[in-house]
């Protein structure tokens, strides 16, 4: 059996920009940015928090276990756990459904954990996540296996039964067309479209219209959440940070007694994901070139990103599109199609006390740059392979193609090796051309010399 990452992910932001305009009621702002709002956030036990996460029923419905290992076999625990769970993919766990059939289900680490230079590392985004097929077309093999092993009517069809129908409505309408890309936003558009806003129970005719696009976003890391006042690429998410993230159970959640009950767990999921801090660089740096950089980077880029090492700020900045000019796709998404967010506004997930509403924007956040050497690829689509070609825009290619190896990471650029294509010829190649795959923007490296560039890359790999 294929495996499938239909696991909802909420995610963070990339990018940046700079200098100057007077804000005669507050600080100097750089050109082009607004302030983001901050709210308070629930507190919680992080250790706790992480063992929801491995072994928690949030997505509470899935594949019977004896079927998974059978398919799959057993051995593939990267995470250490125990019991059913030791053999259990890190993207999955196994739980009980409702009716008591342990089953196995997506989880977080679907799209938040990466197996990376060879190591899992949870909190970074699955940047080698496949979503360019509608993983729909896995059902009826496993409907076939399902009806061999079990029949249907049975317990284990009724606890498989609501993964599902969110399989067959989900993966026709999140088909993207370059793997590394992630249809975060589409998914959590076809899940509420199928949910009562007021109880979350499933309607099988959508009760909202959704658009047909599937805007392609690259997974941010976790580490970054502890700095931001808002979540997602535009600034999207306001309030309540738990309720935002406990949403993935819309997967296949009943109703809203059973998502009261995942609510209580992610403000000690929230206090984990605050506990997470970047990988470190692991090779020999230039301590010269670093300082160097530190400089410029402070000079020309802290305003937006903040400073790092002893003394650390963080200016929770959104950049207005004209202003950073990278691709405006999700932009124009969520600012022509608004029946998404009249839906979440309305809905259980908007109602005290842990409320939290949804704000579309005009641009995108200047995000945290904490441990930015590991996130490769860049700006908010996955459009640019590494820092270096980051900082240089001349040198994005228009057509690019890895390897989708953990290993195959150039440390000395800060980003996937990767070969210059003639044109889209395969899914693995990265074409942006495409609308919402554009590498355009960013241009803020382009003003530095080339040895400065270099310097700036150097002090990256150290924060």
């Not at 509470?60 to 053999?87: E, I, K, S, W």
């Not at 284990?156 to 409505?169: H, M």
């Not at 554009?438 to 270099?454: F, I, K, P, S, V």
Request: with cysteine; aromatic share 12%; net charge negative.
């Amino acid at each position: 059996m294929k495996r499938t990452t239909l696991s909802l992910i909420l995610a963070l932001s990339l990018m940046l920009t700079f200098y100057n305009c007077k804000d005669d009621d507050g600080p100097e702002l750089p050109n082009g940015a607004i302030q983001l709002p901050s709210y308070a956030q629930r507190t919680g036990d992080p250790s706790a928090g992480y063992d929801y996460l491995v072994y928690g029923d949030y997505v509470g419905h899935g594949v019977p276990y004896q079927a998974y290992v059978t398919a799959m076999g057993t051995g593939q625990n990267r995470l250490d756990r125990t019991g059913d769970n030791a053999n259990v993919a890190y993207d999955f766990t196994a739980v009980d459904a409702p009716n008591g059939v342990r089953v196995v289900a997506a989880n977080c680490f679907s799209c938040h954990a990466s197996v990376f230079r060879g190591e899992l590392v949870v909190g970074m985004g699955a940047s080698e996540a496949n979503f360019t097929s509608d993983q729909s077309e896995l059902i009826p093999t496993i409907d076939l296996g399902m009806n061999v092993l079990y029949g249907n009517p049975s317990d284990e069809w009724d606890a498989y039964e609501p993964f599902r129908r969110a399989v067959l409505v989900v993966g026709p309408q999140t088909v993207l067309q370059a793997r590394g890309t992630n249809p975060a936003d589409k998914i959590a558009a076809v899940l509420a479209a199928h949910r009562n806003p007021n109880d979350l129970s499933w309607s099988e005719e959508p009760l909202i219209t959704i658009p047909d696009v599937v805007p392609p976003t690259d997974v941010p890391a976790w580490w970054h959440m502890k700095k931001k006042n808002t979540m997602f690429y535009n600034a999207l998410g306001r309030k309540d940070f738990a309720r935002f993230m406990m949403s993935s159970s819309l997967l296949t959640v009943k109703d809203t007694v059973k998502a009261r009950e995942i609510d209580t767990h992610f403000a000690d999921v929230l206090a984990f994901i605050q506990s997470l801090e970047p990988p470190v660089y692991p090779d020999a740096l230039d301590s010269s070139k670093i300082a160097e950089g530190e400089k410029i980077f402070n000079d020309n880029c802290s305003q937006c990103h903040g400073t790092y090492g002893d003394v650390e700020t963080y200016p929770n900045l959104l950049i207005e599109r004209n202003v950073i000019q990278t691709d405006p796709y999700v932009l124009d998404v969520y600012n022509t199609h608004t029946q998404f967010a009249d839906w979440y506004n309305s809905s259980w997930f908007s109602k005290p006390p842990y409320d939290a509403f949804i704000q579309p924007e005009d641009g995108y956040v200047a995000p945290p740059l904490d441990g930015v050497w590991a996130t490769a690829p860049y700006l908010h689509n996955g459009s640019v392979p590494d820092l270096e070609t980051l900082l240089d825009s001349s040198k994005r290619p228009t057509y690019w193609k890895r390897s989708f190896v953990s290993t195959d990471y150039n440390m000395e650029k800060a980003g996937w090796n990767y070969s210059v294509e003639s044109g889209p010829s395969t899914s693995d190649v990265y074409d942006t051309t495409l609308l919402g795959y554009g590498n355009q923007g960013h241009y803020y490296g382009d003003q530095l010399t080339e040895e400065e560039r270099a310097a700036v890359l150097e002090y990256l790999k150290s924060i």
